[in-house]
């Protein structure tokens, strides 16, 4: 990223001193014995319910969320805009470290003038804003303001609930100004009680993965003004963004899909502590990591082993589904010694120099530099690097001209060949980036690193 020394972050000389890079939080939060307990009489509990009752109970999931304003250093907005809250700095090979897991700092870090706090509130009817606050956190006082002023009810009115004049269980987490003796009495004189989640849980409450998606959705946004050149949004222009994609119909859409899922979450905490296995599986696992994991998994499950009919045919399937997905696919790993010899082969036929180990390549897509090609008899050396190539590639072609150009893709059109350029990115100076979604697509096929990925990330 070719970012002028005024616009960078003054933090990241720092953070480059230590070796720290960008990386994607890979630590889920870990329970003790104690939490585990609370957690599954949780979930059991909501089982217990028929899908009426939990229509009806909870009444409204809510909870807190404070949204930041984009950042006005260049190098910061784009990081910002291309990965949230979902990364932190670390080193490398510090993914599975102990103590990283746990609570999310970056709230409490975010600057007070870049903070736009929101308490909403979702259900199977959608989703309902309760209040914008100006201060990272509500105060009991500011609390019983709000219900007491009916945004509380409104709220919960507003998605149609199985009772429409109350009474209201609403589920909460373990915020301390919920708790107080003032805001007990006046949600009470609402009709409004609280049902509480476990301690340190927020998985099981559904309108923390509404939040998620609202983060996605507002980093749309915001890549979308880079690219456009748009200046940072003030902090009521952001809450007006934010009040208009909650509103909207894929928001609502979205929020009552979530509510929905609420007994799925609750079954996979009850099946996770039941069989008593904690599988650390990555994206990028190896298939002999993925084979140990079904064995420890598959001693656990059969009825005759305290195990559950069901769950062992979906074990089952899905073991069969992923044998004969190796089947199909081309395999990873070192390739055969006669396809090694392949390529040197084909580029002594070729008339070209002789083939250096150097890196080895481990992908479907590479991006080669071949320095000093020289122009002379071009038509001949490019059909020869085609036959080396054994013309089975598409091309994607990185051009370094001689001098800067402003134009078309159709201006490199060759013999009716259109260039597939591809806009997803711009950097802060607005100059185009064309990498394609190669990237992701390794990546979602297990054959490229998460940490490799961010990099790419990093770089565009």
Wanted: charged share 25%; hydrophobic share 40%; glycine share 6%.
């Amino acid at each position: 990223m070719s970012v002028s020394k005024s616009c960078q972050s003054p933090h990241l000389p720092q953070l480059r001193r230590f070796s720290l890079a960008h990386f994607h939080k890979a630590q889920k939060r870990k329970y003790n014995k104690r939490r585990k307990q609370e957690r599954l009489a949780f979930a059991k509990a909501v089982l217990r319910l028929t899908k009426a009752e939990l229509r009806e109970k909870p009444s409204l999931s809510m909870d807190g969320v404070g949204l930041a304003v984009p950042p006005k250093a260049a190098t910061d907005r784009a990081k910002y805009s291309a990965h949230g809250t979902g990364h932190m700095w670390r080193k490398r090979g510090e993914a599975r470290t102990e103590k990283l897991a746990g609570d999310d700092p970056y709230p409490q870090q975010i600057p007070q003038a870049r903070i736009v706090p929101l308490w909403g509130g979702l259900s199977e009817g959608g989703f309902s804003v309760i209040t914008f606050h100006k201060k990272r956190k509500l105060t009991s006082e500011e609390w019983c303001h709000v219900v007491r002023r009916g945004k509380l009810t409104a709220a919960i009115r507003a998605l149609e609930p199985s009772k429409a004049d109350g009474p209201w269980k609403v589920l909460a987490e373990n915020e301390s100004f919920l708790h107080t003796a003032a805001s007990s009495r006046a949600m009470a004189d609402e009709g409004i009680t609280l049902w509480r989640t476990p301690p340190g849980s927020p998985d099981l409450n559904p309108i923390e993965k509404m939040w998620a998606w609202l983060r996605r959705r507002l980093r749309e946004k915001h890549r979308e003004d880079l690219r456009r050149k748009r200046p940072v949004l003030g902090r009521m222009a952001f809450q007006a963004r934010v009040r208009a994609v909650l509103a909207s119909a894929k928001a609502q859409a979205v929020a009552s899909n979530i509510a929905a899922s609420f007994r799925k979450t609750c079954k996979e905490v009850v099946a996770k502590k039941a069989y008593g296995v904690d599988l650390k599986l990555a994206r990028e696992a190896c298939d002999d990591d993925v084979t140990k994991a079904f064995r420890r998994v598959s001693r656990r499950v059969p009825p005759d082993k305290g195990g559950v009919a069901a769950d062992a045919q979906r074990l089952n399937a899905a073991r069969d589904a992923w044998a004969a997905a190796s089947k199909t696919s081309k395999g990873r790993g070192r390739p055969a010694q006669a396809a090694q010899a392949a390529p040197a082969a084909a580029a002594a036929a070729a008339g070209l120099a002789p083939v250096c180990e150097g890196f080895r390549v481990r992908s479907v897509a590479a991006l080669l530099t071949y320095q000093s090609w020289v122009l002379t008899d071009s038509a001949t050396t490019w059909q020869r690097f085609l036959q080396f190539t054994q013309g089975t590639c598409h091309l994607q072609l990185m051009l370094q001209l001689t001098s800067a150009v402003d134009c078309g893709t159709s201006r490199f059109a060759f013999e009716g060949k259109r260039v597939n350029a591809l806009d997803t990115e711009r950097l802060p100076s607005g100059e185009l980036c064309v990498l394609g979604k190669w990237p992701e697509t390794l990546w979602k096929q297990r054959k490229l690193s998460t940490e490799l990925y961010d990099e790419y990330l990093f770089l565009t």
